[in-house]
């Protein structure tokens, strides 16, 4: 960076100031060597933005039949089937030839995708920011980092691993002993009424995908809740506040932003999830859950079930459907980071940080 020299003024005993120049260095300015980092630096930028327009035009390249065939029923429909694939005959519908009963409605797997991880959303931000505050405000320090440790183990363990924990243990637990007293609810809460079933659904799935997004929140929400300034929290203390009211008035304040983007990470990995989902979700196809206990599908966990069937038909249109869901689960978690990103300018006041403004 260039520097200006300024003489200082007649009161000044600072000496000379020297300014940093507005002009950016030239091409001229540059070593070969500078240019060369400069050009890999601006290739590495631009790689995530040319993969991600890549990968959506072929997404929705592929998508096209299915979306002429389907029409809006691909976004309002409740059945999904690729029809009948050992025969000939065709159904032609927009100009656009598929198998004879065919039909691509992904209303259940939209609403199956939005509703488990909202709820996963909504147990696990408490509980991971509350696991955090235990950790860094109770937990002696010299403990701290090894029970960390098993935050960093939970993020690492495969889906598919808490899918058959979920689907063998976690499950058959839950609809013995929780979802029994939880269907006492049912007179204020209608969905909690009904069959609770041997653990596959919408409840446990959703309670998997909390347990594997804990880690995700913690983890982010860890490393900001370190950066409150000290000082403020002995100056709360020092107010006679007590722990409790220091954490909800100072931290929590201060790291509110960096809280809500670490939801959204964990809500963008909820949206996702396959394995888990798949192997606990009982798989439900054309039609919605009767309660909270019962069997569904997302969008994703159809995909994979789904996909070997699709190679099998002739005319192509099973794998343009996949494709056709595939974009709206794409749009789904593009729409949903934009609108949380939106959220936390607003809750910043435009600054878009992962850390607070202080006390």
Do not use: C
Request: glycine share 12%.
């Amino acid at each position: 960076m260039r520097f200006n020299l300024t003489a200082g003024g007649a009161g000044d005993s600072a000496g000379p100031t020297f300014l940093p120049s507005a002009r950016r260095l030239a091409g001229a300015d540059l070593t070969g060597r500078d240019r060369a980092v400069r050009w890999v630096l601006l290739g590495a930028g631009l790689v995530p933005t040319l993969m991600l327009l890549f990968l959506t035009a072929e997404m929705v390249r592929e998508a096209i039949p299915a979306f002429v065939y389907s029409g809006w029923g691909l976004f309002t429909g409740h059945v999904f089937t690729f029809g009948n694939l050992y025969v000939t005959k065709l159904t032609v519908h927009n100009g656009v030839s598929a198998p004879h009963g065919a039909a691509y409605g992904a209303l259940p797997f939209i609403f199956g995708t939005l509703v488990s991880s909202l709820i996963a959303l909504i147990v696990a931000v408490p509980v991971a920011v509350g696991a955090v505050l235990a950790l860094t405000e109770r937990v002696p320090a010299r403990l701290q980092p090894g029970v960390s440790v098993f935050l960093e183990l939970l993020a690492g363990m495969p889906s598919v691993v808490y899918g058959f924990w979920g689907i063998l243990v976690f499950g058959p637990i839950l609809a013995q002993h929780l979802f029994p007293v939880l269907t006492h609810l049912g007179g204020v809460l209608p969905f909690f009424k009904g069959s609770v079933g041997y653990g596959e659904g919408l409840l446990t799935a959703s309670l998997v995908l909390a347990i594997m997004i804990i880690p995700i929140i913690a983890a982010t929400t860890r490393e900001l809740v370190r950066t409150v300034p000290i000082l403020a929290k002995e100056g709360a203390l020092a107010l006679g506040m007590t722990q409790y009211e220091t954490a909800k008035v100072v931290t929590l304040p201060y790291v509110r932003r960096g809280i809500l983007a670490a939801a959204i990470l964990g809500w963008a990995r909820a949206l996702g999830e396959t394995m888990a989902v798949l192997m606990i979700s009982g798989d439900l196809l054309n039609g919605f859950p009767a309660n909270i206990y019962s069997p569904f599908s997302t969008i994703a966990a159809t995909i994979v079930a789904m996909l070997d069937s699709a190679l099998t038909d002739a005319t192509g249109m099973a794998i343009h459907a996949l494709a056709a869901i595939g974009v709206i689960l794409l749009v789904i978690t593009l729409v949903t980071n934009l609108l949380g990103r939106l959220i936390i300018r607003r809750v910043s006041h435009g600054v878009v940080l992962p850390v607070g403004r202080g006390v």
